[in-house]
């Protein structure tokens, strides 16, 4: 409504006085658009709301037909011509709606809409729905936290004990008109649809058009709308520095348990997606993890399962030690996981291997990926397990082989009950020095049983069928890898002896 004019006439009758409403711009238009239902040019215009070609006769007919309005005509003239809609009665007495055309004598710069009412009540109504509209005096589109060609937000807050703030509810408009925000007729929301911000569109996509039309202007947006139609193009449209700098001002949304305050935190995460994008990073408190995304695993359900079940306990604690968990795109532009995290966690004062140690250590791993290899094989080939096999897990997971592996003195520190093996969460795995330095058997099936382990804890059954797994699998390899372990065990004990010879 910016450069439109409204003007308010007073008018006293015989029996009463008519208030005429006059609204004024320069737009030129020809009459169809005020008399044929669907007659429009905003259809294809982005920076128009609109585009059925309805809303200003309906709106006329609307006011005409409510008796409390006490709305006695709506008269659109442009250029030379006028149309007056009015209410009156046929030579029956039955009331009816007449449209009446005028060619004026003078014609008239821009346009102008004119609404006669005896009602000061449905005055007031008209000027105070300016508020529904962008204008330069509409407090939502004051001081805008932020702003771009596409679209802008400003954030809502209100005072809530002493100086902290919580965020509260704003509008949303879509190029310019308020419009209702929600998933159908029953959830769409006119007044307050966003949560802590008001957000508006300055341009339309004309190809693209909202999945729901629900609402009073039948362009209802869905919180999938929003993020599609006006929250990407407005970030996409940021640069480097607008990225940084709306992504600080939005701490408040990072963490994931944010995730019902729709748009404020879609447009977090959609920045952090942007700056990972551009890569582009930047440094986080050392409170804040990311949560990683499940589908960066690469496995079957149940382990799909294990593995959310192991992030949620890992999370869960980091959460109980004051702990911020965030959402998996802020991972890639600096901030730490939670695994990463938790790798940070060692249960045991750890040692710093030497380099025979380090040897051994890689000729565990290398053990384990050549026994994987076969186990694969013989899952396709179907003969591992025999017929009736038909489980989908992973015994050996690939992401338990990328694990860290440390080394802890097993008579030191809170080792109380000599462990020789374990695995934490999903972070690391810890190998006493004990069974670096034991025989090759020995370490190797320590090792193998705590990789083992992301099937479930000693106590559970799934992680004792696995185990039984794990056995028969060894078994099955022996004929034919034989040989190879056979030089694996050479290799180590010659290591062994290296590393007493330096001692």
Request: charge should be negative; aromatic fraction near 10%; include cysteine.
């Amino acid at each position: 409504m910016e450069g439109v004019k409204i003007a308010v006439t007073p008018m006293k009758g015989e029996e009463a006085t008519t208030y005429a409403l006059q609204v004024k711009g320069d737009a030129v238009y020809p009459i169809r658009f005020a008399e044929d239902i669907g007659a429009t040019t905003k259809k294809d215009d982005s920076a128009a709301t609109g585009g059925f070609g309805e809303g200003a006769k309906m709106a006329a007919l609307s006011l005409l037909g409510k008796k409390e309005s006490k709305v006695t005509s709506v008269t659109f003239a442009c250029d030379n011509w006028q149309v007056q809609y009015t209410k009156g009665r046929n030579t029956l007495g039955t009331e009816k709606l007449y449209k009446t055309v005028t060619r004026l004598e003078q014609p008239i710069e821009g346009n102008t809409l004119t609404i006669e009412t005896q009602a000061p009540e449905t005055v007031k109504a008209l000027l105070d729905a300016r508020r529904y509209f962008y204008h330069p005096q509409n407090p939502d589109f004051q001081n805008p936290t932020y702003e771009n060609a596409k679209g802008g937000f400003k954030l809502v807050e209100e005072p809530k004990e002493g100086n902290r703030f919580t965020p509260t509810d704003g509008n949303f408009y879509y190029v310019g008109q308020r419009q209702s925000v929600g998933d159908g007729n029953h959830n769409a929301k006119f007044d307050n649809g966003v949560r802590g911000m008001h957000l508006w569109s300055n341009k339309k996509d004309t190809e693209k058009n909202p999945t729901n039309i629900a609402g009073r202007d039948r362009t209802a947006l869905s919180h999938e709308d929003i993020e599609a139609l006006v929250l990407k193009p407005m970030v996409e449209a940021m640069t480097n520095e607008d990225l940084l700098n709306n992504l600080s001002l939005l701490k408040e949304y990072w963490a994931n348990k944010t995730q019902h305050k729709k748009e404020a935190h879609n447009l977090v995460i959609l920045i952090a997606g942007e700056m990972a994008t551009r890569k582009l990073y930047t440094t986080f408190p050392e409170t804040y993890v990311a949560y990683p995304h499940p589908t960066s695993f690469k496995g079957g359900w149940s382990e799909l399962h294990d593995y959310r079940r192991r992030l949620d306990e890992i999370a869960k604690k980091l959460d109980n030690d004051g702990f911020t968990i965030c959402d998996d795109p802020f991972h890639a532009i600096g901030m730490q996981s939670l695994l990463e995290r938790e790798a940070l966690q060692i249960t045991f004062p750890c040692i710093q291997p030497t380099q025979q140690q380090t040897i051994r250590l890689n000729l565990l791993h290398k053990v384990t990926e050549q026994l994987n290899d076969f186990y694969q094989t013989a899952r396709k080939n179907n003969y591992l397990f025999g017929t009736e096999y038909k489980g989908s897990s992973d015994l050996i997971q690939e992401h338990m082989l990328k694990l860290p592996v440390y080394i802890f003195d097993e008579h030191e520190g809170l080792n109380k009950e000599h462990i020789q093996g374990f695995v934490k969460g999903l972070s690391h795995i810890g190998l006493s020095k004990g069974q670096l330095n034991s025989a090759f058997n020995q370490a190797l099936a320590t090792y193998l049983h705590e990789i083992t382990h992301v099937h479930g804890s000693d106590e559970s059954a799934s992680f004792s069928y696995k185990l039984t797994d794990m056995l028969e699998l060894i078994l099955k390899t022996a004929p034919e890898f034989s040989e190879k372990l056979k030089q694996y065990e050479q290799f180590w004990d010659n290591s062994l002896l290296a590393e007493q010879a330096v001692a």
